[in-house]
């Protein structure tokens, strides 16, 4: 049983636009979400997160949105770089302070120049 | 942010042996983690490793397999026994910031087992 789930594998986005990265989640108990971007080779980098209390945070370019009663976040790059170029996972916990973290798919993110 | 290292970065390994990896961290952190990445699949959270107390490990993982080691608040090993192919994986430790509300994680080590 699939908790998190990002169906989209794969977003290709002109340099400058924004990128828009899906995330849905089942389990309602949920109630902190995070992103990580991970190049080949190198562990998870955190992002952005956001508490249930909260519907957007903002961190320079990332924005993370939640949208609770659908069960859905999202995270917009604006503007897209290419260096963030690489594979995007979002992460779900019922415990506050980001413990037992459930993990999407991850979706790769091509900025092409 | 703490920093974290792993050890080995990589190894290629024969079926039926056994593999300890090694988990640094800069500063001393009450919970660490466990997680394996399998080829294409997401994140495993395999156990909860706290200094002083017993491993807590997720279903489908168990204690003969993957032996937890937490000696200290700086350092934790994991070992993966009797490796089969099927172990050939990413393994990821974390370390949790009740403060700062995120996990960060180390670079992994990439295992194939042969």
């Known amino acids: 049983d699939q908790q998190v789930k990002q169906n989209s594998p794969s977003l290709s986005v002109q340099e400058g636009r924004i990128s828009i990265l899906n995330c849905d989640y089942t389990?309602?108990?949920?109630?902190?979400f995070l992103w990580y971007k991970k190049y080949p080779a190198e562990g998870p980098t955190f992002l952005i997160s956001?508490?249930?209390?909260?519907d957007k945070n903002e961190d320079g370019r990332f924005t993370v949105f939640l949208n609770k009663s659908a069960k859905h976040l999202s995270l917009h790059i604006v503007p897209s770089q290419p260096g963030d170029s690489a594979v995007y996972f979002c992460?779900?916990?019922?415990?506050?302070?980001?413990?037992?973290?459930?993990f999407g798919q991850g979706t790769r993110l091509t900025i092409n120049p | 942010s703490a920093v974290i290292s792993q050890k080995p970065s990589r190894d290629i390994c024969q079926r039926g042996t056994s593999l300890t990896i090694q988990c640094q961290v800069d500063?001393?952190?009450?919970?660490m983690f466990w997680y394996r990445q399998q080829p294409g699949q997401s994140l495993t959270l395999i156990a909860t490793?706290?200094?002083?107390?017993?491993?807590?490990?997720e279903s489908g993982f168990v204690i003969d397999k993957f032996p937890i080691s937490r000696p200290n608040l700086t350092f934790s090993t994991l070992t993966v026994s009797n490796m089969s192919p099927e172990d050939s994986s990413i393994y990821l430790c974390?370390?949790?910031?009740?403060?700062?509300?995120?996990?960060?994680f180390g670079p992994g080590t990439r295992l194939l087992v042969l």
């Open positions: 389990n309602s108990m949920f109630d902190y």
């Open positions: 956001i508490s249930s209390i909260k």
């Open positions: 490793a706290n200094q002083g107390s017993e491993a807590t490990y």
């Open positions: 992460a779900a916990s019922s415990f506050q302070g980001a413990q037992k973290l459930v």
């Open positions: 500063s001393q952190v009450t919970m």
């Open positions: 974390s370390v949790g910031s009740a403060s700062s509300g995120t996990q960060y």
